[in-house]
């Protein structure tokens, strides 16, 4: 029996589970027996139906498709390794999936009582008769799975070692729980401004490759005293929401803010903090592979596309880390709020439910953890950090994307059965409200002390961390903010030209007390010692207050690019304009003020970075309202058609020639060209995979390859 033959007389229930579980197959525009079967059979059909699985249901339907190596019909209980109540509730998912059907009448109507949610002993009987029963399997299935003998003596990636996980559970208080999420928002937030400040002063070049190198990273890592993989998921995320640029520079592109970065940082925080869990949910790549590299011979840069893909194994339809993520987060909503359990078991859980998820690595499910207690979506207990567990907003941004996928689902029922659209994958309104709650009001001003340390006692507001960063370094991050006022940034901010009381006024403008007076010293004695050296406009012109000073410039060898020409005692001429000039008087660590600007400097424009356009053309897709109305029509169709024999669909090729091939008998071939010409080929099958038919012409006796796409017909041969 055909696939398309147990369609036509399937009971009521099990067609209607079927259609309601592959809601991808279907097509409006041909509502016919035939199609729906050739769609369900065809490679992509069958790959879609197998990465819905889980790990318990793919392991016996690897098993079946083993069987099916050796004979199209198989009978359940006559395979080894397959535990009888493993088949029972894996049968009933396969039929639905269009994977598997039962091959005899008996075995489907057993089937379809052994999948009604009874329970009672009737159900149990009828799934035995199921298990007891023979069954048939997708043909393309076997070329997809690992059936080879090779395949098979190597454990699949989705098994893992179950005595090697812990799985104890952990506690975790409530006050711990809102306190960390509360503080993990407000110190992303910040270090996400913190970065974009840093591109901002200190522009990164581009890589040939478009991207930054890992050094490049390990510098605004160190800067911001984050780990390497937090700040790699901070660019790309900044990078996805236009925040960080390239500059229009022909000779020296280089990744810096964007011009409209300041705005958009000084927004609603919880609004920014939507954004930027949004853009990380729907991030492609994988940061433990950008800070490790793909292989030993090949490197990866941040911010660069790579030209391949990162994941090797098993192509699924929704990419692998948007998954993987999403994955993570429904394990974390089923631990529930106040229980925590090991990285380790939350990643055997992952593979259970996705088996063929091409991110297997552990280290990936464990970066992806850490990234969600930097997000505030998850925390640790305070003595178990290898221990993982929900907050509420990782709760409820979980739920909130269980049912946006099931709206998603609805609009659009191509993302059935696996039901994961990355489009879809956005933070809810009730989750950003539920943070704007919990976070604390930004403070205008901060506490200057004696020490030269500036404290924030919370989130600081955007003006007033722009000023100190000017003057100071970020020390410490949190719910608080601690710089550090040194001499090197003061010099760095007055050497524009800055005077020593617009540096103490811009200072007390913030400080919530009298500035100290070691503060003032500071600037003081910085500012005297720039004051030495003072480089003015023209060429260049170097005027000094002790002629011993102009002497120890002359006689530097680094000077020499500039072509100083002593006029006085305490003026030079340079040949190079004032920017260059006080570049090489600071390679030759020689302290100098930028006396005055040679004109307003031209601001260059930052090209942000977007995804090209694509447009998609989606196909129609049956409707909630019309399903009825669609399986009514399919299931009204002529009686001449349903008896048909029908080989006009691959399924219905692919069994005969399987068969011919089993029986050594030779059959009638038609098959089209790229054309549309038509022609019969008469052939002894011999083996058939990946969707291609190969045996031996009896006509000529040479070995031949064809594609059972192209196949119209099969029949016997007289």
């Known amino acids: ?73 198989i009978e359940i209980t006559g395979i080894p390794h397959i535990d009888p109540s493993l088949a029972e509730a894996a049968l009933p998912r396969l039929r639905d999936l269009g994977l598997a059907w039962p091959a005899d009448e008996s075995t489907g109507g057993a089937g379809t009582a052994g999948n009604s949610g009874s329970g009672g002993a009737g159900e149990a009987g009828t799934a035995g008769a199921a298990v007891a029963g023979v069954w048939k399997i997708q043909s393309e299935a076997i070329t997809l799975l690992p059936t080879s003998a090779a395949e098979s003596a190597r454990a699949y990636p989705w098994q893992i070692d179950g005595s090697a996980i812990d799985s104890s559970t952990a506690t975790i208080g409530q006050p711990l729980i809102h306190n960390s999420e509360q503080a993990a928002v407000a110190e992303v937030i910040s270090s996400l401004r913190g970065l974009v400040d840093e591109l901002a002063a200190s522009p990164v070049s581009r890589l040939t490759s478009g991207g930054i190198s890992k050094r490049d990273v390990s510098r605004l890592a160190r800067s911001l005293e984050l780990n390497l993989e937090q700040t790699i998921t901070l660019l790309l995320a900044a990078k996805s929401l236009h925040l960080i640029g390239v500059l229009d520079d022909a000779l020296d592109p280089q990744w810096t803010a ?173 989750v950003i409200a539920a943070v704007t709650e919990g976070l604390g009001a930004e403070v205008d001003t901060v506490l200057i002390q004696s020490d030269l340390t500036a404290v924030a006692t919370g989130p600081i507001e955007p003006r007033v961390h722009q000023i100190l960063r000017k003057y100071a370094v970020v020390e410490a991050r949190g719910q608080g903010t601690v710089y550090r006022i040194d001499a090197e940034t003061i010099e ?17 403008e913030i400080s919530a007390e009298e500035l100290p007076s070691t503060l003032e010293f500071l600037v003081q004695n910085t500012a005297s010692k720039l004051r030495r050296v003072r480089v003015a406009g023209a060429r260049a012109v170097l005027i000094v207050d002790d002629p011993v000073d102009l002497d120890v410039i002359l006689s530097d060898q680094a000077m020499m690019p500039a072509g100083l020409e002593r006029l006085a005692p305490t003026v030079a001429i340079a040949q190079l304009g004032p920017e260059r000039t006080m570049h090489l008087l600071e390679a030759g660590d020689h302290h100098a003020l930028l006396h005055s600007a040679a004109g307003p400097v031209r601001k260059r424009r930052v090209i942000t970075e977007s995804e090209p356009e694509v447009s998609v053309r989606r196909r129609p897709r049956v409707s909630d309202g019309h399903l009825g109305e669609y399986m009514r029509i399919l299931r009204s169709a002529p009686a001449a058609a349903a008896a048909q024999v029908s080989t006009d669909e691959p399924l219905g090729h692919m069994d005969r020639l399987r068969e011919a091939a089993e029986a050594k008998q030779r059959v009638l071939i038609r098959i089209a060209d790229s054309q549309g010409k038509e022609r019969t080929i008469e052939m002894l099958p011999a083996t058939l995979n990946a969707g291609r038919v190969r045996g031996v012409v009896t006509t000529t006796g040479a070995e031949a390859s064809l594609a059972v796409a192209r196949i119209v017909s099969v029949t016997p041969s007289p």
């Open 258 to 430: 964007a011009d409209d970065a300041d705005s958009a940082l000084a927004g609603d925080r919880a609004e920014l903090w939507a954004a930027l869990v949004g853009a990380w949910l729907r991030e492609l790549l994988d940061v433990t592979q950008l800070a490790a590299g793909a292989s030993e011979n090949e490197r990866l840069t941040v911010l660069a596309a790579p030209k391949k893909s990162l994941f090797k194994g098993y192509g699924l339809s929704v990419p692998a880390m948007p998954l993987l993520r999403f994955a993570v987060l429904s394990v974390l909503h089923d631990i529930g709020l106040g229980s925590a359990r090991s990285a380790g078991w939350i990643h055997a859980e992952v593979l259970r439910r996705h088996p063929l998820l091409p991110a297997h690595e552990f280290a990936m499910t464990e970066a992806v953890l850490h990234t969600c207690v930097t997000f505030g979506l998850a925390t640790t207990p305070l003595q178990q950090p290898d221990h993982f567990g929900p907050s509420r907003f990782g709760l409820r941004l979980a739920a909130g994307l269980d049912r946006a996928m099931a709206e998603h689902a609805k609009q659009d029922p191509s993302i059935l059965p696996l039901g994961v659209s990355v489009e879809a994958l956005t933070v809810p309104g009730d």
């Open 1 to 73: 029996m055909t696939f398309s033959q147990w369609l036509s007389h399937s009971a009521d229930a099990d067609f209607e589970s079927f259609v309601r579980t592959r809601r991808d197959l279907l097509q409006p525009e041909s509502p016919t027996m035939a199609a729906l079967a050739a769609a369900a059979s065809s490679r992509i059909g069958v790959s879609r139906g197998i990465e819905a699985l889980d790990a318990q249901t793919l392991e016996v339907f690897i098993s079946l498709a083993k069987a099916a190596r050796t004979t199209p019909e």
């Open 492 to 508: 760095d901010t007055m050497q524009a030209g800055l005077t020593p009381e617009e540096a103490l006024a811009e200072l007390a």
